[in-house]
């Protein structure tokens, strides 16, 4: 039986041969939604200062100054602009690593990170896995990723009832609490951010073995 981390990969011999397909357009509107939505108000915020000073209303440039100001000024705006920057970083390297590796169909296409949010350790992900894929195959690639995201380690967890959807934590700081998820229902994503899950149950999702 061959590992799943293939620097024995038995599919090697054939992977020149294949025609990879590249990315969609909406595929690649989704993988930069985020940079597409800040780039769309920043252009608009100029529209609008370069209106306002036109027009000889300069207290659009107070506005303006007081917008990018104010966040960089305050140490929890600037937490805050720090935490999400890395979350996009994080999203982008993970999906990275999917693509230069194995974690990816045999048509290219590779696991679609629902969402990824900030975390006390470092950020998670709520990944849906494509068919040929599983949580697995992200477990025996944690280093390649914590290498990717320039994190200290990566914890995968599975859901315990829909195997397509894995929890990927990319750990940079230690915290007090090291088992952060909880799936105490069925609900998709239960826990995984912290809610606590129905009726105060605290079942924790199946830890991978290595």
Same mark, same amino acid.
């Given at each position: ?6 620097? %024995? ?5 054939? &992977? ?87 974690? %990816? ?17 470092? &950020? ?34 599975? %859901? ?51």
């Amino acid at each position: 039986m061959f590992p799943r981390n293939p620097r %024995h990969n038995p599919y090697a011999p054939v &992977e020149p041969l294949i025609m990879w397909q590249g990315p969609g357009l909406v595929t690649r509107l989704w993988r930069w939604r985020t940079e597409i939505v800040l780039l769309t108000l920043a252009a608009g915020a100029v529209l609008a200062f370069v209106s306002a000073v036109g027009q000889g209303m300069w207290w659009a440039t107070v506005a303006l100054a007081g917008t990018v100001c104010v966040p960089a000024a305050v140490p929890v705006g600037r937490k805050w602009v720090r935490r999400h920057f890395w979350c996009l970083f994080s999203r982008h390297r993970i999906q990275r690593v999917c693509a230069q590796t194995s974690m %990816h169909t045999r048509k290219g296409r590779i696991p679609l990170i629902l969402w990824i949010t900030p975390a006390d350790f470092g &950020e998670r992900a709520f990944i849906l896995l494509r068919a040929g894929i599983c949580a697995d195959d992200f477990e025996a690639f944690g280093a390649e990723i914590a290498a990717a995201c320039c994190a200290a380690s990566v914890r995968v967890r599975r %859901h315990p009832r829909r195997a397509h959807f894995v929890t990927v934590d990319v750990v940079r700081r230690a915290t007090d609490d090291d088992v952060p998820c909880d799936a105490g229902d069925d609900r998709l994503g239960a826990g995984t951010w912290g809610d606590g899950g129905q009726g105060g149950a605290s079942r924790p999702l199946e830890r991978l073995a290595g």
